[in-house]
């Protein structure tokens, strides 16, 4: 039962739903029967850390372990946060509503920088203290993983332990070893001992940064015997060791992607410059359309869920893409499930892809060119050509589809004037094409192009790691030269807000001195920094003045190209060569081939211990 302090909160607040638990699914043992306790927290709304895949593959893989507990707990929205702090109400999980103090174990996952603070902010509703030099043997052991792992620094000192890469083996190392730890009566510092033999483990405690006068690093050098110098990520070899998870804990308010999810495959072949996903969790590795097909219909059934999105950051790279839909082609429709593929790409879609993905109910079409010129799409590597926008265009078009929705970035390194320009003549010349089309569908009449442009951020471990990011002033002439080059009402044009993406790009490419700024800014007021209502720009410059920190220093500036980084001792496959070699390739605007086309040699084949794909001769070059 809820205790009255609880009942109380909830009577206050505006969806109550996301903080009762109870939902169908959900994992409930006895907690004196077990012998590890471990609360997944992640760092943002019920609605949004519901939608998170990650959490759903570890909760049934560390839950099938009998005497394993891991519960659930998310960031409290302001109206909760408020009753919990006036009515003293720690932060709990929906499970057992016991407070985060209580477990072994308090694992957050780092998936964008503008969640930081609200880490922070959960520690805090805790009542655990932030630094981990602060926690003493009666603390639980806080830990991290997830993407932004690939450079932690920034909240490093927040956390005894960080995982770099894949947590499916790596994370029942880590709660094996703690179950150990705690029946032998062992001191933290020997358990961080054993824990950093485990791949991937990082322990930040472990590592000591100095500094060159002008703010660049000098050194980063272990502290201790036995510590490795470089941290390398874990990594899943066979992904068909590892079933996807068949059983959801189904929310009791919508979700953000309130669907069955089923991973079909990890990273990917297409090396676009910018992305960060598509480089840190290299080499691309695909589970068999047999195994997938039946995880995907026990998941719905399951579940009672009408919607299953098969989950990748390339879904239409699969190489049994057709098999697979042809598959789950037998049971969708008499089940009235609808596919989803949320990662199409402009150059393999096909008639035969629409054809096995509607046969239920349309879902909308996004593609996402990214540049809006040859000459930059060459620049970023994205491999795509205006002759393949137009053919994938006129494939839906002729299906029926009426709006398309384009993604594209600005600020991308090499950008000028004429390339905004083409972002606005890339939508006009797909809205021409439509009427151009005769053999749509009757009563089509109409078509909306939607152009959504993010602000470019150079992330670490990507061949942009060394360019700076456009000003706020570029950035806004940009967005004022985009909107005056459209000239049609049926585009519409939304752009990302630059200070927020300012932000980002200095806790993206930051070290362990932005941790106190962190502090600073959640201690007055910064929380939910991903949600433009909370965000508070002006507060986050007062706290890197109060420290001396300039973080133009961070955003601004390029890096040099054997500069040491604040990421410099983790080591996520992609060697430092090939990414300097891609830098140089881009700035000449030249393209590299998808990796299950040519290998081009970026190191990440060592992690597997042999070639990425079984290539063939005349294909390799």
């Not at 410059?273 to 026990?298: K, N, S, T, V, W």
């Not at 079409?365 to 620049?379: K, N, S």
């Amino acid at each position: 039962m809820l205790d009255g302090k609880l009942k109380q909160a909830l009577a206050m607040v505006q969806k109550p739903g996301r903080y009762t638990g109870g939902e169908p699914g959900s994992v409930y043992k006895e907690k004196e029967q077990v012998d590890l306790r471990f609360a997944f927290c992640f760092p943002d709304t019920y609605e949004v850390g519901m939608s998170f895949l990650g959490e759903k593959i570890l909760y049934e893989l560390i839950n099938a372990h009998p005497n394993w507990w891991m519960e659930r707990a998310f960031m409290s929205w302001l109206d909760m946060k408020e009753q919990m702090e006036t009515l003293g109400i720690p932060l709990y999980t929906l499970e057992s509503k016991d407070p985060l103090t209580q477990f072994d174990i308090v694992g957050f996952t780092l998936q964008y920088e503008m969640s930081f603070t609200n880490i922070l902010a959960m520690l805090d509703l805790a009542g655990i203290p932030f630094y981990a030099k602060d926690r003493g043997e009666e603390w639980p052991l806080i830990i991290a993983g997830g993407p932004c792992v690939c450079n932690g620094e920034p909240v490093a000192p927040f956390f005894d332990v960080m995982q770099l890469g894949e947590g499916e083996d790596q994370l029942q190392s880590i709660c094996a070893q703690v179950e150990q730890a705690k029946k032998e009566g062992i001191s933290k510092e020997e358990l961080l001992l054993r824990l950093v033999k485990i791949p991937g483990v990082y322990i930040p405690a472990f590592y000591d940064v100095e500094y060159q006068e002008d703010g660049r690093i000098q050194t980063i050098r272990p502290n201790r015997p036995g510590v490795p110098a470089v941290v390398t990520k874990a990594i899943l070899k066979d992904m068909n060791a590892y079933k996807p998870p068949v059983n959801f804990v189904v929310p009791l308010i919508g979700a953000i992607h309130d669907r069955a999810q089923v991973e079909v495959l990890r990273g990917c072949v297409r090396g676009c410059r910018f992305c960060q996903a598509g480089f840190i969790y290299r080499p691309m590795r695909q589970r068999d359309a047999e195994g997938l097909d039946r995880a995907a219909r026990d998941l719905c059934a399951n579940t009672g869920y009408e919607e299953v999105s098969l989950t990748s950051l390339s879904t239409s790279d699969h190489s049994q893409l057709e098999e697979l839909l042809d598959r789950m082609n037998t049971w969708v429709e008499k089940e009235h499930v609808n596919i989803a593929l949320p990662s199409l790409r402009v150059d393999n879609f096909s008639e035969s892809l629409i054809e096995k993905t509607t046969r239920v109910r349309k879902s909308g079409l996004t593609f996402a060119p990214e540049a809006g010129t040859q000459r930059l799409r060459d620049v970023i590597n994205k491999n795509v050509t205006w002759e393949e926008i137009e053919r994938t265009c006129t494939i839906a078009f002729k299906a029926g589809y009426t709006s398309v929705k384009l993604y594209f970035m600005m600020g991308l390194p090499t950008e000028t004037l004429e390339d905004i320009e083409g972002i606005a003549d890339t939508a006009h010349k797909i809205v021409d094409l439509f009427y151009q089309v005769k053999d749509k569908p009757k009563g089509k009449g109409s078509v909306q192009v939607t152009i959504s442009c993010a602000c470019f951020v150079p992330k670490p471990h990507t061949p942009f790691q060394f360019c700076p990011q456009d000003t706020k002033e570029m950035l806004e002439e940009k967005q004022a030269h985009l909107r005056a080059a459209v000239r049609s009402r049926k585009v519409k044009v939304n752009c990302h807000f630059s200070d927020i993406s300012f932000l980002e790009a200095v806790v993206a490419k930051g070290d362990r001195r932005l941790a106190p700024v962190l502090v600073e800014a959640y201690r007055n007021g910064c929380y939910f920094d991903g949600w433009d209502e909370c965000f508070h720009y002006d507060t986050w410059l007062e706290a890197f003045k109060k420290w001396g920190i300039d973080p133009a220093f961070y955003a601004y500036r390029t890096i040099g190209l054997e500069e040491i980084t604040p990421w410099s001792h983790m080591d996520y496959g992609v060697t430092h060569d090939f990414l300097v070699r891609e830098y140089q390739k881009a700035l000449e605007g030249k393209t590299t081939r998808p990796c299950n086309k040519a290998c081009s040699g970026c190191g990440a084949n060592q992690l597997l211990g042999g070639p990425c794909f079984e290539y063939h001769q005349d294909l390799v070059h």
